[in-house]
C-alpha cells in the first residue's frame, strides 16, 4: 500500500508536471489542433472579400485561382442529430432510403424496419421514431438478422456462401452503416462560395498521432471506414460528391482472420460501400465538396510534404492535407 501511494505522488509531483507543461508542449488530443484550425476558418468568414489565407484554400483544396469566400464554419457539426430532430416523420425513411434503395428490393425491407422502429409514447399517442445510432434500434435490427457477425464469419469459413446469404449481408451492412452515420461528425463543416456563385460544404477530418478510425465490418473485421462513413454523411445531406470518393471506398482488411477471399469480400461489402456513394441522391442548393484528411505535425516532421504551418502561442503545428 505504502509503496501505491508513493508512486502516485511521485506521478503528481509538481516539477514534473512543469516539465510537462513547457515551452515544447504537443498535446496528443488532436481536437485541440482542430479547434486552432476552425479558428482560422471562423476569423476569414468575417471577411467580406475572397480568402487571402493560403491555408483556407489548402485544406479546401482550392486552386489559387478559383477564389472563395468563407460563409459558415461549424467546429463538431452534428448534421445526422440535427436533421433526425428536426423532422423525425421523414428521417429514418430517408437515412433508410439512402443506405438501401440502392438494392433492387431495397422499399420492401424498408417499410418493414420502419413500422418496428415506431414506438408509442404513453403521454403521446402519436408514433415518434427511434434514431438508428440508439441502443434500442440497433437490438432490433439484431433481432431481424440474428447471430451476426459471427454467424457470416462462420459462412465464409465454410464456404458456405449462397446467394441468400450474400444479400443478408449486404442488407445488414446498409443497416449498420445507417446507424455509424448517425454516431459520427465531421470535425470542422466549411460552407464557402466560389467565384462563380456555387455554395459548398466540405468536411474536415482533422488527425495527429491517431490514424484513420476503424469500424467492424459486417463480419466482425477491423475495416479502416471513418473517412468513408464522412463521405455518406455528406452525400446524404447534401447530395453526391462533386469530388472523386474513390479515395475513401474502404479497402480489403489484408490480414484477417475472416475474409481470406478477396472476391467474396468485394462481392459483399465492397458491393455496399461503392452502391451507395456512386448513387445520385437528392441534390441540394449547396454542393458537396467531399471531405479531406488534415493531418497535423510537428514542423520538425514537414520533410518532403507540401506543408502550411499554424502557430498560436508557443505552439508551431505543420498541416498538410493526405
Known amino acids: 500500500m505504502t509503496e501505491n501511494k508513493k508512486e502516485k505522488k511521485a506521478y503528481l509531483d509538481t516539477g514534473r508536471l512543469e516539465d510537462y507543461l513547457g ?7 488532436e481536437r485541440q489542433f482542430a479547434v486552432f484550425l476552425y479558428n482560422i476558418f471562423l476569423e476569414e468568414k468575417n471577411n467580406t472579400n475572397a480568402v487571402t489565407n493560403p491555408l483556407i484554400n489548402y485544406c479546401l483544396d482550392i486552386s489559387s485561382s478559383r477564389t472563395a469566400r468563407i460563409k459558415e464554419a461549424y467546429f463538431e ?13 421523414y428521417f429514418n425513411r430517408d437515412i433508410l432510403e439512402f443506405c438501401l434503395g440502392w438494392l433492387c428490393y431495397g422499399s420492401n425491407i424498408i417499410n418493414e424496419m420502419l413500422n418496428k422502429l415506431a414506438i408509442k409514447d404513453i403521454n403521446n399517442p402519436d408514433k415518434t421514431s427511434r434514431n438508428l445510432g440508439q441502443q434500442k434500434a440497433k437490438k432490433i435490427i439484431m433481432e431481424k438478422y440474428p447471430g451476426y457477425p459471427g454467424k457470416l464469419a462462420m459462412a465464409i469459413k465454410s464456404g458456405e456462401t449462397d446467394y441468400e446469404t450474400r444479400q443478408e449481408a449486404r ?4 443497416f449498420d452503416i445507417a446507424g455509424m452515420m448517425m454516431n459520427a461528425v465531421p470535425d470542422i463543416l466549411v460552407i464557402y462560395q466560389l467565384q462563380n456563385g456555387s455554395i459548398c460544404a466540405k468536411a474536415l477530418e482533422c488527425k495527429y498521432l491517431s490514424g484513420e478510425g476503424t469500424y467492424l465490418d459486417i463480419a466482425g473485421a477491423n475495416c479502416k471506414m471513418q473517412l468513408f462513413i464522412q463521405e455518406c ?3 446524404f445531406c447534401f ?4 469530388k472523386s470518393t474513390k479515395r475513401h471506398i474502404p479497402k480489403f482488411p489484408r490480414g484477417s482472420q475472416i475474409w481470406s477471399n478477396e472476391k467474396l469480400w468485394e462481392n459483399i461489402c465492397l458491393n455496399v460501400y461503392e452502391g451507395i456513394l456512386n448513387q445520385n441522391w437528392k441534390s441540394q442548393d449547396i454542393l458537396n465538396a467531399g471531405v ?4 497535423f505535425i510537428k514542423p520538425g516532421d514537414c520533410a518532403n510534404k507540401t506543408v502550411y504551418t499554424i502557430s498560436t502561442g508557443s505552439t508551431r503545428l505543420g498541416v ?3
Open 292 to 295: 479531406e484528411k488534415i493531418q
Open 77 to 89: 457539426a452534428t448534421l445526422m442529430r440535427d436533421y433526425f430532430e428536426r423532422d423525425r416523420s
Open 233 to 235: 454523411i455528406m452525400h
Open 171 to 174: 442488407e445488414k451492412a446498409c
Open 320 to 322: 498538410y492535407r493526405e
Open 239 to 242: 447530395g453526391k460528391s462533386i
Open 23 to 29: 515551452s515544447n508542449l504537443y498535446c496528443r488530443e
